[in-house]
């Protein structure tokens, strides 16, 4: 609407078209956005005591190592930001998105969403006690189970004591407002959960729709219908195929294979597939560092996750 009144706007001034055509291009800059800050699982990559193929080439090379799994929710208009885990590479984590924004932030998010009490969705928060960074009151947003963990044990427990940390709890099934244009849907998903819960979340920020679920046991059934609801589907893709871990029953440790996953959206239409952003690698999923594996996803219209990479 807006490009045909420009063009049959003839006795517009030239002055006044040139405005709305730039007001038209700048509008989608000031939307929220996200920003991928860690795409590797939990341990993340290289991985402590690796010494095969997949790890070799990050410890000789730091330009290929990758955080443990994080985005950034962020909100250019009110200059606030929040961040989703608190992994245990969180300070770079935070440094590097100041680098990514050129210093356009505060260092620290409003707050910090965490889906469950495996150590690369919470250990980070420790960065926030009195022996680093002594933050006061950090809104941190978790589930019930999670929330009991934080509070029961130690040294979690030493940050909700000294106020490091406010924990604002979240339940199953609604929507927290951080402002008018951003929101977060929490849901649960079925995962091993020794300690707690594990949540997922929908981020809707301004016209846009990010699925985020890092770790899940399997695939429920409405995994396409929530796929097709979205903009960007952030999904858990912790190893690609059953091989990954010889001598070691894989039934420990479930993911969806990304085979799997490539097999249950094969037949939904490119439109769907290419909404896909596989992430959370294990350090054996050759989506890290095998290139032709890499491109044979790509070609089959899937995404790989790429730290760094803005979603907007």
Known sequence: MANKTIAQAGYMKPSVIIILLLLSVAAPAQQPFVQILG????????HMGCTKK??????????ARRFVVSVAIVDPVTKKWWLMEATPDIKEQLQYFKTLTRGAYPYLPEGIF???????????LMEFGREVMGTKQLPVYVLPGMKTFLETNGPWSQLVQLGNIAIHPLTKDSVTSLNERIQIATFTVLHRDEYSETAGFTIIAGHRKYLFI????????????QVQQVDYALLDA??????ELPGRNIQEVPHPLVTETMRLFQNTGERVKAKLYFI????????????????TVNKAGFNIAVQGQVLQ
């Open 39 to 46: 795409i590797a699982q939990d341990g993340g990559y290289p």
């Open 280 to 295: 959370h690698f294990n350090h054996t999923n050759p989506l890290l560092w095998d290139e032709s594996i890499k491109t």
């Open 238 to 243: 912790t190893f690609f195929d059953a091989s």
């Open 114 to 124: 965490i889906t469950h009490a495996h150590i690369g969705h919470y250990t980070g």
């Open 54 to 63: 997949c790890c070799t080439m990050a410890w000789e090379n730091a330009g």
């Open 214 to 225: 890092p770790d899940i046991n399997h695939w429920e059934k409405n995994i396409v219908d």
